[in-house]
């Protein structure tokens, strides 16, 4: 009886103000509820209404699985995400690791020719900021012949000082070796070449050199035995398959090129500024001369892998977007459930940016729990694959044994704030209805 006079109530309230223009936007500062609450703060009504909707056992158990179901795909989507972007982040960092462990962090070359003056234009590298160590280099295309195969290979001559400034383990050995009259030079080979040559430390093989000499009976290509010393492995095939050191001075002799050098390979402090160092030495030299740093040398590389993270982060996003269908088809189910309770509030004052706001903060609420246990359960498995390695990899097909995981905040943080705003989005229509409805209508009819 109390409930049904409070309806009459509530319906003539509205009725009045109705008939007296449009109704009031401000609330009943005469109701105790909206007297306490309103005087919280900053949305805390509105705050306090989504807190009792979200405690509340709705009447259609179908509404509780649709809540379930759209927490659970926005989890399971933020989640894939997270391990997703790490793993080609993990990726992504071993790959430039090897890469710089092999290839010098700037490259300076003649535009066209060989540099015949490379000492002073070391001389003049050497006073860029920023410069740690550089040496000359002649790099070359050969054919390296064992007493089994042969194969093509890059030959690259290297002063001392390459041997620390690269991480190559085997380079010492160049610098070590016998120099008497008589003894074979030494050369360093990657591991896939030497295992394609079937050849290994101690054995000998030929360089026959594309440059050749002009006889009476033709043209003569120059071949000349090396010692292997020792072999090298980066992990990438680019490198181990067809990369082989020798001494700068064994190689000039064999290109028939003394004192010349097709280029003189420079390290920097800090690999990122590569970029930035190259531009100081390109306009210290001048015109003439190039300089290129590892990032512009790999530039196709890691634009690939970059699109690649980008597709995988749209693609995935997909699965967010799919989990907030269910986010939307629960909140339209809820505001025709509440449709009287919306009405009541109305009555008592309560705006239509307050009933939007509440419906807002719902989906909001099922996103962010969602997002939580999402973002909860890809660190977990990230931080157990990195110290675990739960997933393995064959060594004999993979240069790496396990998935790496390089777990960074701003991709955690992107992938949290779009999850949310997707979630906040697939509200905002729900939302927009409730404020529409009709009060009256809803009150006499509910």
Same mark, same amino acid.
């Given at each position: 009886?109390?409930?049904?006079?409070?309806?009459?109530?509530?319906?003539?309230?509205?009725? &009045?103000?109705?008939?007296?223009?449009?109704?009031?936007?401000?609330?009943?500062?005469?109701?105790?509820?909206?007297?306490?609450?309103?005087?919280?703060?900053?949305?805390?009504?509105?705050?306090?209404?989504?807190?009792?909707?979200?405690?509340?056992?709705?009447? #259609?158990?179908?509404?509780?699985?649709?809540?379930?179901?759209?927490?659970?795909?926005?989890?399971?989507?933020?989640?894939?995400?997270?391990?997703?972007?790490?793993?080609?982040?993990?990726?992504?960092?071993?790959?430039?690791?090897?890469?710089?462990?092999?290839?010098?962090?700037?490259?300076?070359?003649?535009?066209?020719?060989?540099?015949?003056?490379?000492?002073?234009?070391?001389?003049?590298?050497?006073? =860029?900021?920023?410069?740690?160590?550089?040496?000359?280099?002649?790099?070359?295309?050969?054919?390296?012949?064992?007493?089994?195969?042969?194969? %093509?290979?890059?030959?690259?001559?290297?002063?001392?000082?390459?041997? #620390? %400034?690269?991480?190559?383990?085997? !380079?010492?050995?160049?610098?070590?070796?016998?120099?008497?009259?008589?003894?074979?030079?030494?050369?360093?080979?990657?591991?896939?070449?030497?295992?394609?040559?079937?050849?290994?430390?101690?054995?000998?093989?030929?360089?026959?050199?594309?440059?050749?000499?002009?006889?009476?009976?033709?043209?003569?290509?120059?071949?000349?035995?090396?010692?292997?010393?020792?072999?090298?492995?980066?992990?990438?095939?680019?490198?181990?398959?067809?990369?082989?050191f020798g001494r700068l001075k064994d190689v000039q002799h064999l290109m028939r090129r003394t004192g010349?050098?097709?280029?003189?390979?420079?390290?920097?402090?800090? =690999? @990122? $500024?590569?970029?930035?160092?190259?531009?100081?030495?390109?306009?210290? !030299?001048?015109?003439?001369?190039? &300089?290129?740093?590892?990032?512009?040398?790999?530039?196709?590389?890691?634009?690939?892998?970059?699109?690649?993270?980008?597709?995988?982060?749209?693609?995935?996003?997909?699965?967010? !977007?799919?989990?907030?269908?269910?986010?939307?088809?629960? *909140?339209?189910?809820?505001?025709?459930?509440?449709?009287? $309770?919306?009405?009541? *509030?109305?009555?008592?004052?309560?705006?239509?940016?307050?009933?939007?706001?509440? @419906?807002?903060?719902? %989906?909001?609420?099922?996103?962010?729990?969602?997002?939580? &246990?999402?973002?909860?359960?890809?660190?977990?498995?990230?931080?157990?694959?990195?110290?675990?390695?739960?997933?393995?990899?064959?060594? $004999? =097909?993979?240069?790496?044994? &396990?998935?790496?995981?390089?777990?960074?905040?701003a991709d955690v943080s992107a992938v949290a704030a779009a999850a949310l705003l997707i979630c906040l989005?697939?509200?905002?229509?729900?939302?927009?209805?409730?404020? =529409?409805?009709?009060?009256?209508?809803?009150?006499?009819?509910?």
């Amino acid at each position: 009886m109390q409930e049904e006079t409070g309806r009459t109530a509530g319906v003539l309230a509205l009725a &009045a103000r109705k008939s007296h223009g449009r109704l009031k936007t401000k609330p009943d500062r005469s109701c105790p509820l909206l007297q306490e609450h309103f005087s919280g703060g900053f949305m805390r009504f509105e705050i306090f209404i989504t807190g009792r909707y979200l405690k509340s056992k709705p009447r #259609q158990a179908f509404i509780a699985l649709i809540s379930i179901l759209a927490t659970a795909g926005v989890a399971i989507g933020v989640m894939a995400l997270i391990v997703v972007i790490a793993v080609m982040e993990g990726f992504e960092a071993d790959l430039k690791a090897r890469i710089l462990s092999i290839e010098p962090h700037v490259v300076v070359s003649a535009k066209s020719g060989n540099l015949t003056n490379h000492r002073e234009i070391a001389h003049a590298i050497g006073a =860029v900021k920023g410069v740690t160590a550089f040496w000359p280099v002649f790099k070359t295309e050969v054919m390296v012949q064992s007493s089994v195969r042969t194969a %093509g290979a890059t030959l690259k001559g290297i002063a001392a000082p390459a041997g #620390q %400034g690269l991480g190559i383990s085997g !380079l010492q050995t160049l610098i070590s070796s016998d120099t008497t009259a008589g003894a074979l030079p030494p050369l360093v080979l990657g591991r896939a070449l030497a295992g394609r040559l079937a050849v290994a430390p101690g054995d000998t093989v030929r360089i026959i050199a594309p440059r050749g000499i002009i006889t009476p009976a033709g043209f003569l290509p120059v071949i000349k035995s090396f010692r292997v010393t020792a072999v090298f492995e980066t992990g990438v095939w680019l490198y181990d398959g067809s990369l082989a050191f020798g001494r700068l001075k064994d190689v000039q002799h064999l290109m028939r090129r003394t004192g010349e050098a097709t280029a003189i390979e420079v390290m920097t402090g800090n =690999v @990122f $500024d590569a970029k930035k160092i190259s531009r100081r030495i390109s306009r210290r !030299l001048g015109p003439g001369l190039r &300089a290129v740093s590892w990032m512009e040398r790999n530039r196709n590389l890691f634009s690939a892998m970059k699109l690649e993270k980008t597709t995988m982060f749209v693609v995935l996003a997909l699965t967010i !977007l799919v989990a907030t269908v269910n986010i939307f088809s629960g *909140l339209m189910i809820l505001v025709s459930e509440k449709a009287k $309770d919306i009405a009541v *509030l109305k009555a008592m004052g309560a705006t239509a940016g307050h009933i939007r706001t509440i @419906f807002l903060l719902m %989906g909001l609420a099922v996103g962010a729990a969602g997002t939580l &246990a999402g973002t909860l359960g890809g660190l977990t498995l990230c931080y157990l694959q990195d110290k675990y390695h739960l997933i393995r990899l064959p060594g $004999d =097909v993979f240069y790496i044994s &396990a998935f790496p995981v390089n777990v960074r905040s701003a991709d955690v943080s992107a992938v949290a704030a779009a999850a949310l705003l997707i979630c906040l989005l697939a509200a905002v229509y729900p939302a927009h209805r409730a404020t =529409v409805a009709d009060p009256v209508e809803a009150i006499r009819h509910g």
